[in-house]
């Protein structure tokens, strides 16, 4: 029988936060975001996680996530290296970050051996949406592709734009996923396209991306062509150019390669992209725990 995988996404630093915000305690015992993410998965099905991080950052994930999670599921670590690059081409001096999360998920590629569910490791999903996924998997005899979507204005922060997929869908499947800066001011939600794009209004209850997918296990044929293409189409752009996940979905879908099953969700959104959200977060597992959806200790 073949893992069903969670891989999580936690190579970045959080600029924005100013530090390792995936390791920031928001339980009331310690947990973090990554702890509620893996426990969700593990009772929706899953039975292995995959971390993606920096090198330099390995002791510091395995004394802390590592510690707990390896006693309640296999635990593997992929290390997300600049250096990791399609032949022929080299790292430009000036280049400071990775490739963007395409690059990112490929570096999985050794440790993922079926179908498998990927996450950001600062983004809160549910328990539902896990369920989802695994439901998903029960049923996908096509090799579809899934994506999980949030309603725009459920996944807004108070304090700041945000990064969002916002998705256009028919018949419950994606036509177009554009990457965008989306915020609300005067409750009016706006989308400006990170391709430059003109900047459109979103309905509240536009679906948005949050970097919820479920990929078949064949999908590293499809990432390692796509990261071929990216880098060849960007050879002399190579200093700051990102491959996002979104943007590999949304060509592949022009290319009817796969189809993509959306799945909506009307949960909220939770997180710290700023500092300032933390206090939030940190109020809504307190209902939650009050609710029975978690326990006080979670992993005991």
């Known amino acids: 029988m073949q893992d069903l995988t969670l891989v999580i996404m936690a190579a970045g630093m959080g600029s924005r936060y100013g530090g390792l915000k995936q390791i920031e305690p928001v339980g009331p015992n310690g947990e973090f975001i990554i ?89 809160f999903y549910g328990k539902e949406a896990y369920e989802g996924i695994e439901d998903f998997f029960q049923n996908n005899i096509n090799n579809e592709y899934l994506l999980i979507g949030y309603e725009a204005n459920n996944t807004l922060s108070e304090n700041g734009s945000t990064k969002r997929g916002v998705c256009e869908v028919k018949d419950g499947y994606l036509e177009k996923l ?37 990929f078949p296990e064949n999908s590293f044929t499809y990432l390692e062509e796509g990261l071929k293409n990216f880098f060849y189409r960007n050879k002399d752009n190579l200093d700051k150019c990102e491959y996002l996940l979104s943007e590999f979905l949304d060509e592949y879908i022009g290319k009817k390669a796969f189809k993509i099953r959306v799945v909506p969700t009307v949960a909220k959104w939770l997180g710290v992209t700023y500092k300032e959200d933390k206090e939030e977060l940190i109020d809504e597992i307190n209902l939650l725990i009050k609710n029975g959806t978690y326990p006080n200790k979670l992993w005991e």
Request: a negative charge; proline letters at 4%.
């Open 178 to 214: 554009l990457e965008s800066v989306v915020e609300k001011q005067n409750g009016i939600i706006t989308a400006k396209p990170i391709n430059g794009s003109p900047e459109f209004r979103l309905e509240q209850d536009n679906l948005v991306a949050m970097n919820m997918f479920g």
């Open 35 to 123: 702890d509620y993410s893996i426990y969700d998965a593990k009772r929706a099905g899953f039975n292995k996680v995959v971390f993606i991080i920096k090198e330099e950052n390995y002791d510091l994930f395995r004394d802390t996530v590592g510690k707990r999670v390896e006693k309640h599921m296999k635990t593997e670590y992929a290390f997300q290296k600049m250096e990791d690059i399609p032949e022929g081409y080299s790292v430009p001096k000036e280049r400071t970050k990775p490739w963007g999360t395409v690059q990112a998920v490929l570096c999985t590629r050794e440790y993922v051996k079926g179908d498998f569910a990927i996450i950001n490791a600062d983004d």
